[in-house]
C-alpha cells in the first residue's frame, strides 16, 4: 500500500535555530517529491520539488533532501523564523495515475521568540 | 485576482441545508480538484475534473456534488450533510497534458465548513 508517513508530528522550537523534518515512503516507482507548507487556516504552497532522480533541491533557507534507497525525504530549515510556523506536508506522486498524489499527515512546526 | 480563489472562507450549516462552496483559477490551468483536510488527515482527493470533464471520484459519498462549468470553475454543492463531514475543503489547480510532468497543484486558502 502506498504510503507516506511523517516524524515528528509536531516540533517547537526557538528561533533562529535550525531544524529537520522527516519523510519516509513506500510509494514505488515514483515520479516526484514535494514539499508544500500550509500555514494555518491556508491552502498548502509549494516549496520543492525533486524527482526520483534528484538528491537536493533549496528554496531559500528551506534545502530538502532525498534518498530513494532507503526511500526517506528530509527538510531542512536553517536559521528558522517565525514565519516558519506552519505545517509542512510531504507529498509523493506515483509513476501511475496521474492523481493519485500520496499526501504525509504532516509536521506541525511552532517557532518561539 | 491572481491564483486560486475560494468562497466562502468559511460556512456554517445544518444537516438540512444546502449550500456550495465556489473555487476560481486564474492560472490558466486545465484541472481543478476538490479535496477535504480533516484534523491529523492527510487531504483526501475527492474529486478531479481534467478539460471539464470529471475523471476521478473518489468514492465521495452522494450529498457532495461537483459542478465544473468551465475550465476556470468548480463548484461543490452540499446538502443533507453530517457533522463529520465538518472540514478545511481544499480546492486545486494544475496544467496537466504533454510537457507538464510535474504535475504541481496550486492551492486555494479553503472554506471552513462547520456542519452542526
Known amino acids: 500500500k502506498n504510503q507516506v508517513e511523517q516524524s515528528p508530528q509536531s516540533l517547537i522550537i526557538l528561533e533562529g535555530k535550525n531544524c529537520t523534518l522527516q519523510c519516509n515512503y513506500t510509494v514505488s516507482p515514483f515520479s516526484n517529491l514535494r514539499w508544500y507548507k500550509q500555514d494555518t487556516g491556508r491552502g498548502p504552497v509549494s516549496l520543492t520539488i525533486?524527482?526520483?532522480?534528484?538528491n537536493t533541491k533549496s528554496n531559500g533557507r528551506y534545502t530538502a533532501t532525498l534518498d530513494a534507497d532507503t526511500k526517506q525525504s528530509s527538510l531542512h530549515i536553517t536559521a528558522s523564523q517565525l514565519s516558519d510556523s506552519a505545517s509542512y506536508i510531504c507529498v509523493v506522486t506515483p509513476t501511475s495515475g496521474t492523481y493519485k498524489y500520496i499526501f504525509g499527515t504532516g509536521t506541525r512546526l511552532k517557532v518561539l521568540a | 485576482e491572481t491564483g486560486v480563489t475560494q468562497t466562502p472562507r468559511h460556512l456554517v450549516m445544518g444537516m438540512t441545508n444546502k449550500k456550495s462552496l465556489k473555487c476560481e483559477q486564474h492560472l490558466g490551468h486545465n484541472a481543478m480538484y476538490w479535496y477535504k483536510q480533516s484534523a491529523k488527515k492527510p487531504l483526501e482527493l475527492m474529486f478531479v475534473y481534467n478539460f471539464k470533464e470529471q475523471t476521478e471520484n473518489n468514492s465521495v459519498p452522494s450529498r457532495f456534488s461537483p459542478e465544473c462549468p468551465n475550465s476556470s470553475h468548480l463548484f461543490l454543492h452540499l446538502h443533507t450533510l453530517q457533522p463529520e463531514d465538518s472540514a478545511l475543503y481544499l480546492c486545486?489547480?494544475?496544467?496537466?497534458?504533454?510537457?507538464?510532468?510535474?504535475?504541481?497543484?496550486?492551492f486555494g486558502p479553503g472554506t471552513r465548513l462547520t456542519v452542526l
Open positions: 486545486a489547480s494544475s496544467q496537466e497534458g504533454p510537457g507538464f510532468t510535474w504535475g504541481e497543484q496550486f
Open positions: 525533486m524527482t526520483f532522480s534528484e
